[in-house]
């Protein structure tokens, strides 16, 4: 079993897996020259990275099939700091699209004195935790994550890949970015994909008609993106993530942790995330404190 410190790299205070992440991919991210009419899609991680990733080509292309049918999601929207941007950012054609993990304040001088947009999506943390668990099982070149008791402490302690969420969120709600950042959450994508493409759509100044909008909901779908194979991770090679241990798609819904949490689990959990969101003005849009709550099933995915 290999240790923490053979897996990850500590970039800024914040754990970045050095098999997709190195020095140089994260200097070459700080040194990155931002254009004007880019688009960067902002998650913490296992909030809806992948399924961001096939949402901006289509909605930058105007529901255009060939960028998610011939590319893999790695190349055709590749992340700001992993090692792959350097390769393929000439590949790139405008309007670009990439996504990022970093908190805002890592975000490189040449996003700022830009006029590119971001999408921060937010997912129920609780969801995000059960998620990133399922990965740590299957990504080979992450540590196993132990008891899901374990990694709950881990994640609240902030010792895992990015940090605490909490300060994830909080970086990405005071910007002085104005109408160049768009929040929008992981449920509300889930419970009506047409009218959260609507909104992305006006923000990225897109145009599209309705028909557009829903051909682009109907292959983000969680079953379409699950059988396409330049989305569902399928060409990634089993020794860096084993599909056996758990799908990388793999459920589709909201309010999974409900499977997962124990009364006295979530009681600490919620503690300790109202704890460190109390200063905060802008209220979080779940319950957090209770067992009770509408699942949301639908066929969309559980993306990392």
């Known amino acids: 079993m290999s240790s923490s410190r053979e897996l990850y790299l500590l970039y800024r205070d914040l754990l970045c897996p050095k ?26 991680p296992k909030s809806g990275t992948i ?26 929207v590749p992340w700001l700091e992993e090692k792959r941007l350097e390769v393929v ?29 971001a ?15 399922y990965f740590h099982q299957m990504a080979q070149f992450l540590e196993e994550p132990g008891t899901i008791d374990e990694f709950l402490g881990k994640f609240l302690e ?35 994909l047409p009218a959260a493409l609507r909104r992305m759509s006006d923000f990225l100044g897109c145009n599209l008609d309705d028909e557009t909008i829903q ?17 569902n991770f399928s060409l990634v090679p089993k020794v860096f993530m084993d599909n056996d241990k758990s799908p990388f798609l793999r459920k589709g819904q909201s309010g999974d942790w409900k499977n997962h949490f124990s009364s006295e689990q979530l009681a600490r959990f919620t503690s300790v995330i109202h704890k460190e969101l109390e200063a ?16 949301i099933e639908h066929e969309d995915p559980e993306s990392p």
């Open 19 to 44: 098999e997709t992440h190195s020095a140089r991919s994260l200097e070459f991210s700080q040194a990155f020259n931002f254009k004007d009419d880019d688009v960067i899609a902002v998650t913490y």
């Open 51 to 76: 399924w961001m990733q096939e949402i901006l080509p289509l909605l930058l292309n105007g529901g255009d099939l060939t960028p998610i049918q011939t590319i893999p999601n790695w190349d055709r």
């Open 89 to 117: 950012v000439d590949q790139l054609t405008s309007p670009r699209a990439f996504v990022t993990h970093f908190p805002y304040n890592l975000m490189p001088p040449s996003f700022h004195t830009s006029k590119a947009k």
């Open 119 to 133: 999408i921060y999506v937010m997912r129920d943390p609780r969801d995000v935790l059960v998620s990133s668990y």
């Open 158 to 192: 902030g010792k895992v890949l990015f940090g605490k969420w909490t300060d994830h969120v909080k970086s990405w709600m005071h910007t002085e970015l104005g109408d160049r950042v768009m929040h929008i959450t992981y449920e509300e994508m889930v419970q009506d």
């Open 215 to 231: 051909k682009i909901a109907d292959y983000c779908s969680f079953r379409t993106m699950k059988e396409n194979k330049m989305s």
């Open 280 to 295: 905060e003005s802008c209220s979080l849009p779940w319950s957090l404190d209770t067992m009770e709550g509408t699942d």
